[in-house]
């Protein structure tokens, strides 16, 4: 069983919906992470926050807003989103920002854009 | 900028071989490595982490090494079974940014 949880698990929403992701852990992390995985390809980093602010924004285009609201939860708003935008969203978070502990990965949520 | 690759794309192998995968990177200044598995349409489990001052983790069948002068890292898998079947993927951590490129993958079969 992984430490972080995703919700939901499976995402269908057309181009002119608003929906959210959401991240949860307990493990007293404090650095965040959304990443987008297409089929087989690795992942690439969208977002990192670091004690509850935005740290890095890999220049995410802003129909993806992300949201972290506490030290445990992690949201990532979504709008107008295009049909490139299928993908497995993947949340992970790790002790601190700069530590040298493992990252720890959520199962994610595959979203599909009609 | 950081490439991470990984050789080779797939593997399939006979239950109880011992096998490497192999991830190379072209900057040397990371801060660490992890290797995960990834089975399909889930998450990723972290395997070993190896920190850049390291040479080598241990974990039950699993072995990483690592060369950080000549940018590569070895997974070894002693005595292969079918459950370890899945996608091998290394992670390097940028050493100024902190953030983890990923290599391009390892999909591995162990056939029973």
């Known amino acids: 069983d992984t430490e972080v949880t995703q919700t939901p698990k499976h995402l269908v929403m057309g181009m002119t919906n608003k929906k959210s992701l959401k991240c949860e852990q307990h493990m007293g992390h404090r650095a965040m992470y959304w990443y987008k995985q297409k089929a087989k390809k690795p992942p690439e980093l969208m977002f990192v926050y670091s004690y509850e602010k935005l740290s890095i924004n890999e220049s995410v285009p802003s129909r993806f807003s992300p949201e972290c609201p506490n030290s445990s939860l992690l949201n990532l708003h979504l709008h107008a989103l295009q049909p490139e935008d299928s993908a497995l969203y993947l949340c992970?978070?790790?002790?601190?920002?700069?530590?040298?502990?493992?990252?720890?990965f959520g199962d994610g949520t595959r979203l599909s854009i009609l | 900028k950081q490439e991470v690759t990984q050789i080779p794309a797939a593997l399939s192998v006979p239950e109880g071989e011992n096998l490497v995968l192999n991830c190379s990177f072209t900057?040397?200044?990371?801060?660490?490595l992890q290797w995960f598995r990834q089975d399909p349409g889930k998450g990723l489990t972290s395997l070993l982490l190896i920190q850049s001052s390291q040479r080598e983790q241990t974990s039950g069948r699993l072995n990483a090494s690592l060369d950080k002068s000549s940018g590569r890292s070895t997974l070894y898998i002693a005595a292969s079974q079918p459950g370890d079947s899945a996608t091998y993927l290394c992670a390097v951590r940028d050493g100024g940014t902190y953030k983890y490129i990923f290599g391009t993958g390892t999909r591995l079969k162990v056939l029973a």
């Open positions: 900057d040397s200044a990371i801060y660490n």
């Open positions: 992970a978070s790790s002790l601190l920002k700069e530590s040298n502990q493992p990252q720890h």
